[in-house]
């Protein structure tokens, strides 16, 4: 069996101040499969930018088991870590801003984590021109990001993190600051470094433009890995091509799932519900004494 690319199992991160505890993931379970392109979705406070932090190597987690390429995060100190950010996984930010130096053209900016790698000038620049032309910014090779559009910038970007040919590359709402013309753009050249370098991708995300383009989108809430949604293409009895999605709930290693607030809302569920367990499905109904009282 191959080995999976990124691989959390009871990950938990807990936060702690003077008087107050705040834990940001509680036991959450991933597996992200070696080219696989996964966008992440989840409300604010849901613990993804937690995640991404952990994965990343900017932060390490409380307890709870996390590999990337089969690097343990949760033993990497010191030169280990800076190695791990350099050579295994790419960040790209939300904020343009915080991807390119504004100082650097869009070539410097991809030539720089080589140059710091101490990679000969010549394969520098074959690189850079390499990224840069996949990611369709070629032609802004000699500009500088105050004269390129936030969607260059964030191809450059992205150039930038791929510089060193990482496993794993990690983007936070890489299209929340950009028009929906210009996001379909990056998640398209997202979409491209995925199918022509083979890199594993987790994009964190609240723009249904990109969730709803990947095979996989996997649901944190409170903590956890609450849902995915699959999809997968197929034909209808014309021989056209319909995207065909399908919602599942995650069942943990101790036998727990979040049931989808839809169907918490629809239903009325709270505190107490009833199970049963049917030959081939289990049911869930309304519980507590009153409703028993009424069956």
Known sequence: MTAPAVLCEGLVRIYRTADVEVQALQGLDLRLEPGELVAMVGASGSGKSTLLGILSGLDAPT??????AGVDLTEMRGARRVRYQRETV????????????PYLTAAENVELPLLIGRVKASERGRRAAELLDLLDVGDRAGHRPQEMSGGEQQR??????????????L?????????????????DAIRAVNTELGVTVL???????????VDRTVAIRDGRTSTEVLRRT?????GRERVVAREYAVLDRAGRMQLPQDFVGALGLRDLVRLELEPDHVGVWPGGPEEDEDD
Do not use: C, I, M
């Open 203 to 213: 994009v964190v995300t609240h723009d249904p433009l990109v969730s709803e383009q």
């Open 234 to 238: 197929e034909l209808d009895e014309h």
């Open 63 to 68: 307890a709870g088991r996390a590999e990337v």
């Open 156 to 169: 450059v970007a992205l150039a930038v993190a791929l510089a060193n040919s990482p496993k794993v590359l």
């Open 90 to 101: 790419g960040f790209v930010w939300q904020q343009t801003s915080r991807n390119l130096l």
């Open 171 to 187: 983007a936070d709402e890489p299209t929340g600051e950009l028009d929906e013309a210009t996001s379909h753009e990056v998640f």
